[in-house]
């Protein structure tokens, strides 16, 4: 379903972007495929079509670690560099920033970008070592996002751009900073719901926030570092992030993650939250980078906690699951965080007794919740007691009433939508229709005055994206995706209702997408594509005889998502030494042959010679 607003000859826009550093480390850049760069990227404006954006990034695993990561950074930015200045610009202006940022806000950013660098100048440690490869990354996407721009955004600006979630704890600390309404740092809902007779299992992250974060794309990095445990991951993100700030990724390794926000209403506790310190979007896009499984998962996103972003992290390993079986140990585990303390877990079991497990912006964790103080928080708001508990939430009890009859994928998609509030007697909270604690919010339908929970605001659910294990495991980065607020059960929502909110990129009439789904993109099928001469031109590549495409592959076969059966063909390398070999060898025979003929002559002449006399 397009959008009414947008008129037919509005096609999406494909750039692609090749960079390369040359010896001195200079940026080469050109905006068509270039074989042999260090990295490329492919930006789809395809937001009028379909809502999100879509940009995948590759990088060449025959060039240095270094350089794949820097030009990853630089192609992303410099490919979509209109969109992400577009964003950056309603991200100020959510933040209230129309101007320059607060002193208080950059004293603490540079402390904790100059630990950062301080901790990666000369890394010693696996884990800094690879921190500071995500820091050339990052240098890559400031240096694209200013190439040929005359106003620039610096390296300040651009890293409290990718700390949007860590802002919501960070202004509870930093002086001269309003708070954020405790309700609106609440993003998120989370589910995992195991089929009938374990024949599937469904994943999936509904992103709550601001409205102006509508401006979003679906983002796949094909990193091919040896650093890294995982070279394919899949993101929803806001146009711009390096992180997936929602949070949702799905990974090469078989891993899905998913998050919602907590708050924190213990205030000795924010005392612990130091510059000196690693922010959550770094950490969680280590950890993904870096592991394999869920237990090792939550122990490297802990490691260097800065107390903010505070959320429960759930990840599922697809790899523990086998159709018709329970899944073994280690199939789920969680994570929740808070300065200086966080409680992980393997909960396969808890998923297996109940067949589903939310995640629903409280914590779960006795330990943790009472760490937060909710128990407080609900004393001194006695109307909210509800609102701040977790098992009498309004959204607990819809999910423990709706999931267990969840029979279908489809169905699955349906309830993550899900926000009929006008006649649902869950959401009816002191006699008045609560629309703001649906599945996927709308806080915009609220009444004027308001309801009992609070203020109506431009604040609601944005998306969904599913997965179904059953399709993921044959394709890792597999995923379904709409980019819309709830629009089935109740209006449309449309900025042309708030004329005081901008919405640069974005349009002013009704949201009403469809689902899509996004899959992972060999760079070889997208360069290299059926043409067998083609394929072998580019580093990495290799020919499927059987299918006739071109995967990224070594001598042994694909090592990406694709299959070749039989009839895998990579190109023949001359090695260095052979031409000057088979030269020697040639002179060789040469030499060999003429001796054998001058011989042979000579002997001639002499019989000749003895049968004249």
């Not at 390369?20 to 050109?30: A, N």
């Not at 007697?425 to 004027?448: F, H, K, N, T, V």
Request: aromatic residues 16%; charged residues 25%; contains cysteine.
């Amino acid at each position: 379903m397009f959008l009414l607003l947008f008129t037919p000859f509005i096609v999406s826009k494909v750039t692609t972007v090749s960079c390369s550093l040359d010896d001195d480390g200079k940026v080469i850049l050109q905006e068509k495929f270039v074989n042999n760069a260090d990295a490329w990227a492919q930006f789809n404006d395809s937001y009028a079509e379909e809502g999100w954006g879509r940009i995948h990034i590759w990088s060449n695993p025959t060039k240095p670690s270094y350089n794949q990561m820097y030009c990853a950074g630089f192609a992303d930015t410099y490919s979509s560099q209109e969109r992400v200045r577009q964003y950056y610009k309603l991200y100020k202006e959510q933040q209230g920033m129309n101007k320059d940022w607060p002193d208080s806000w950059k004293i603490w950013f540079s402390k904790n970008i100059n630990y950062m660098r301080k901790k990666t100048a000369h890394p010693v440690d696996d884990y800094w070592k690879k921190m500071a490869l995500i820091l050339a990354q990052v240098d890559g996407m400031v240096d694209g996002l200013n190439a040929g721009q005359e106003e620039k955004i610096s390296d300040l600006d651009f890293w409290i751009l990718q700390s949007a979630g860590d802002l919501d704890d960070l202004c509870d600390v930093l002086p001269n900073t309003a708070r954020k309404e405790p309700e609106l740092t609440l993003k998120c809902t989370g589910m995992v719901k195991i089929a009938e007779n374990f024949s599937d299992v469904y994943f999936a992250q509904d992103t709550w926030s601001d409205y102006r974060d509508l401006h979003a794309y679906l983002k796949e990095y094909n990193l091919n570092i040896p650093e890294f445990a995982a070279h394919y991951v899949s993101i929803s993100t806001r146009t711009g992030h390096l992180s997936s700030v929602d949070d949702f990724w799905a990974t090469d390794k078989g891993l899905l993650v998913l998050e919602t926000t907590m708050h924190n209403f213990n205030e000795t506790s924010k005392k612990l939250i130091k510059p000196e310190s690693v922010l959550t979007w770094l950490r969680v896009y280590y950890a993904t980078f870096a592991t394999i499984d869920g237990e090792n998962w939550t122990k490297e996103f802990i490691r260097e906690n800065s107390g903010t972003y505070n959320n429960e992290y759930i990840v599922l390993d697809s790899k523990k699951f086998t159709k018709g079986q329970k899944p073994s140990a280690g199939f789920l585990w969680m994570i929740e965080q808070y300065p200086g303390i966080y409680h992980s877990q393997d909960i396969t079991n808890e998923l297996i007794n109940l067949t589903y497990f939310p995640s629903i912006n409280t914590p779960y964790f006795q330990d943790m919740f009472d760490f937060a103080n909710y128990t407080g928080q609900q004393k001194l708001e006695p109307k909210k007691k509800d609102f701040w508990s977790y098992y009498n939430q309004p959204r607990y009890k819809i999910i423990k009433r709706d999931a267990p009859s969840i029979s279908s994928y489809s169905q699955f998609q349906s309830f993550m939508r899900y926000d009929d509030y006008l006649h649902d007697e869950l959401l009816l909270i002191d006699g008045i229709p609560e629309p703001a604690q649906g599945i996927l919010s709308r806080y915009d339908l609220r009444p004027e005055n308001g309801t009992s929970y609070g203020k109506k605001s431009s604040f609601g659910g944005l998306d969904s994206k599913t997965a179904r294990l059953s399709s993921f495991i044959n394709n890792y980065n597999h995923f379904d995706a709409i980019l819309s607020p709830e629009y089935i059960q109740n209006p449309a929502f449309k900025f042309d209702d708030w004329p005081e909110i901008s919405h640069d990129g974005l349009p002013s009439g009704e949201f009403k997408f469809n689902w899509t789904t996004f899959d992972s993109i060999d760079y070889c099928q997208v360069f290299g594509g059926d043409d067998k001469e083609k394929c072998f031109e580019i580093e990495g590549c290799g020919y499927c005889l059987l299918t006739k495409k071109c995967l990224m592959g070594a001598k042994d076969g694909p090592t990406g998502f694709g299959k070749c059966e039989e009839g895998w063909k990579t190109k023949e390398v001359t090695p260095s030494y052979a031409t000057p070999l088979v030269i020697v060898v040639l002179v060789i025979v040469v030499l060999f042959c003429t001796t054998i003929y001058v011989s042979h002559f000579i002997n001639k002449k002499k019989t000749e010679q003895y049968q004249v006399v």
